[in-house]
């Protein structure tokens, strides 16, 4: 059960802050166009 | 909110749905217990990897024909957000293993050529990094993206064919009923969205990231043209 | 010009100028007898599991020995800017690339001729014909895989890290069939025929993925 908790932890950590971090990315590259 | 941000928040949500039909709407399993749920998101990983590393290769040959940047940038997009989702189904693929198998790892065909998926595209990610940027770069990360893409259904049918040299446990595979199977497909589909839209974002940053070495290059030329005082 | 002239020159010359400075044999001789001594105290190697550990430690020592010798394939041409010289003639860059392919496989054969006694003195496997056979069918995919790889990292900073990186992955085959194949030939269970015939197919597959890859990396 905990093993299952902590994978989608993971998953949701991973991909929700790979998210962010792109859309932040994206965010000061199109201020400084 | 611009439009990639709302194409995020999109793929966001749909993924919210899936993890409620994960946890609420799917059937438990009467082997592996709650632990099983694993499989929807691990699964559905593993794909969305492989469809960005067919990016990857995809992107690659049509960089070495024609030289054209949007498929190196496609290329580009396609291996770090593969990159991401292999570690996905690499870690949650660990997690199940350890209660279901008794140790977080194993050295069968499936694993195996996981793990040397992620090496070879983590490798394609340095090369990238540590390569002269723009054609060297290009060219060179277009050939390895290729190569790595075959090399891993060979690994996989090696090992395949070494387990059977060296005969070991087998894994027990039952077919999914209905239930299960909506929900995987509809996470499936849900990750692939998200997927596609990282990889939107990510060609977006590049082509921001190529617009700024552009820049970049005739201000070097100048400033190196500054006349010296002669010696 | 003809390709296959080309190609043989070219190894020809990587080989004379090898033999004229006798820089990378002995040293990987060297770095193989010390891989071996490190394999016994690793593995703790008495009379009874030799020939069980022996295998292993003869992929081990080769796929370093390997990376090491494939690692310096373009080292001269880097020193001397001599890569962007051959390049400019009417040659095939595939011919070039077969060329150093064919030169550095052989320096690694030439160790394997160390690796191979060493192994059955030191650990008292059987050598056999069928052991040198897979080795050496092994030898000729994994110097075409290394060589293109080499070709690619040459002009790339900290080109000593990526290449294991790049070029492992893709042995791993290699390494699987030639470890089945040497593992049967020393007595151990294995289908030897499948192995080879595994072996042929990869050297094929990777001979002509290389050849063909070989173009787009070596021109500039």
């Not at chain 3, 030169?103 to 191979?116: K, P, S, T, Y």
Request: charged share 15%.
């Amino acid at each position: 059960m905990t093993y299952l908790v902590l994978a989608y932890a993971f998953a949701v950590v991973l991909l929700g802050g790979y998210v962010f971090w792109s859309l932040r990315t994206l965010r000061e590259l199109e201020r400084r166009q | 909110m611009n439009r990639y941000e709302k194409a995020a928040a999109a793929a966001v949500a749909l993924m919210l749905v899936a993890a409620g039909a994960i946890f609420l709407y799917a059937p438990g399993d009467a082997l592996q217990g709650p632990v099983q749920r694993i499989f929807y998101l691990h699964v559905s990983s593993a794909i969305a990897a492989y469809g960005c590393f067919a990016v990857v290769l995809v992107g690659g040959i049509i960089y070495l024909r024609n030289e054209s940047p949007v498929a190196d940038r496609f290329a580009r997009a396609g291996a770090l957000v593969g990159v991401v989702f292999t570690t996905v189904t690499l870690v949650m693929g660990m997690l199940w293993a350890k209660p279901i198998w008794g140790s977080f790892w194993t050295w069968d065909a499936r694993l195996t050529s996981t793990l040397v998926l992620w090496i070879i595209y983590a490798g394609y990610l340095l090369v990238r990094r540590l390569a002269e940027p723009g054609r060297q770069a290009a060219r060179i990360a277009a050939v390895v993206g290729i190569f790595g893409f075959i090399d891993v259904p060979v690994v996989h049918f090696s090992v395949t064919w070494w387990r059977t040299q060296h005969p070991g446990p087998i894994v027990v595979n039952n077919a999914l009923p209905a239930e299960m199977l909506a929900t995987f497909l509809f996470t499936l589909a849900c990750t692939l969205v998200l997927a596609a839209v990282l990889i939107a974002i990510r060609y977006r940053i590049e082509t921001l990231l190529d617009a700024k070495v552009a820049i970049a290059e005739p201000a070097k030329l100048v400033s190196a043209q500054q006349p010296e005082a002669a010696p | 010009m003809n390709p296959f002239r080309v190609a043989l020159a070219v190894a020809r010359k990587d080989l004379r100028s090898e033999w004229r400075t006798r820089e990378v044999v002995p040293a990987l001789a060297q770095f193989i007898i010390l891989a071996l001594l490190i394999g016994n105290f690793g593995f703790q190697i008495d009379s009874r599991n030799a020939t069980t550990i022996a295998p292993g430690i003869l992929w081990l020592a080769l796929v370093f020995a390997g990376l090491v010798a494939f690692g310096r394939t373009f080292a001269a041409e880097r020193e001397q800017a001599s890569l962007e010289a051959m390049l400019m003639t009417p040659a095939s860059p595939v011919a070039i690339f077969a060329g150093k392919a064919l030169a550095a496989g052989a320096l690694l054969v030439i160790c394997e001729a160390v690796l191979l006694p060493a192994l059955s003195i030191l650990f008292g496997t059987p050598f056999s014909g069928e052991v040198v056979a897979a080795v050496l069918l092994a030898t000729f995919g994994m110097a075409a895989l290394g060589v293109l790889f080499a070709a690619i990292v040459a002009r790339v900073r900290a080109r000593e890290l990526l290449l294991p990186l790049l070029t492992l992955p893709l042995w791993i085959p290699f390494v699987i069939a030639g470890g089945v194949a040497v593992q049967s030939a020393m007595g151990l269970p294995g289908n030897y025929q499948q192995a080879i015939g595994l072996l042929i197919d990869f050297d094929i597959l990777f001979v002509v993925l290389t050849s063909l890859a070989a173009r787009f990396v070596l021109d500039e």
